[in-house]
């Protein structure tokens, strides 16, 4: 909680969290273990709380509803990108977001 503290009180912006200790990729669900992750983060600012690492469906985004204002996705993005055929990236990619996002 310290440390939380300590770079709280350094953060200017936004609070970037990650769901995990290790390597970013897709997960199947969010580690339920992040949400007192937030909880704690929460006492220690008024920022906005960014969370990451693993966010791949809409599931994942509804879940932090009420714990954090942000979800960042990059692994499943890029996969979505590199999947489709060159002509199709940019529609793939919007369709993904929109889906997300709940639209």
């Known amino acids: ?3 939380i503290e300590e ?3 350094l953060a200017e912006g936004f609070i970037y969290c990650v769901t995990v ?3 970013t990729g897709a997960r199947r669900e969010v580690p339920t273990n992040v949400f007192g ?3 704690r983060i929460r006492k220690h600012t008024t920022l906005p709380i960014a969370v990451g690492f693993g966010i791949s469906e809409r599931e994942h985004v509804e ?3 009420g714990h954090a204002q942000a979800a960042v996705v990059g692994s499943a993005l890029i996969n979505v990108i590199h999947s489709a055929p060159p002509d199709e990236r940019l529609r793939r990619a919007g369709d993904f977001i929109a889906k997300l996002a709940g639209r």
Do not use: I, P
Request: with cysteine; hydrophobic share 40%.
């Open 1 to 3: 909680d310290e440390r």
């Open 7 to 9: 770079a709280c009180a």
């Open 21 to 23: 200790t290790g390597v």
């Open 37 to 39: 992750l937030l909880d």
């Open 63 to 65: 879940s932090l509803t």
